[in-house]
């Protein structure tokens, strides 16, 4: 029901009104959609609801350790030439 395309309101808007149009206006678009524009939807129809259209949940991201943070810095390679070339001037710097 909506675009998102952010940088051009104006199409969103349209766009929205011409699927709106499509389904025959407001009312039949609520009417397809089993909803009440004063109560929403029916709390009955919950369960069959989930069942058609699966249930509203995102699964929460993974969220990374220290270690893995750490480690996701080695695959830059120049991450990597600057480690080396902090350890070759350690051990000049010690002799």
Do not use: H, W
Not at 2 to 15: A, L, R, V
Not at 37 to 50: M, N
Not at 60 to 84: H, S, T
């Amino acid at each position: 029901m909506s675009n998102f395309d952010n940088n051009k309101k104006e199409n969103n808007f349209q766009s929205s009104t011409l699927l709106i149009k499509d389904f025959g206006g407001i009312n039949a678009l609520m009417s397809a959609l089993k909803t009440d524009r004063e109560t929403g939807i029916d709390p009955s129809t919950i369960k069959e609801r989930v069942e058609v259209f699966g249930s509203n949940y995102f699964a929460p991201p993974k969220i990374k350790g220290a270690l893995e943070i750490f480690l996701d810095n080695f695959k830059d390679p120049i991450n990597v030439i600057l480690c080396v070339a902090a350890v070759v001037n350690m051990c000049i710097g010690t002799l």
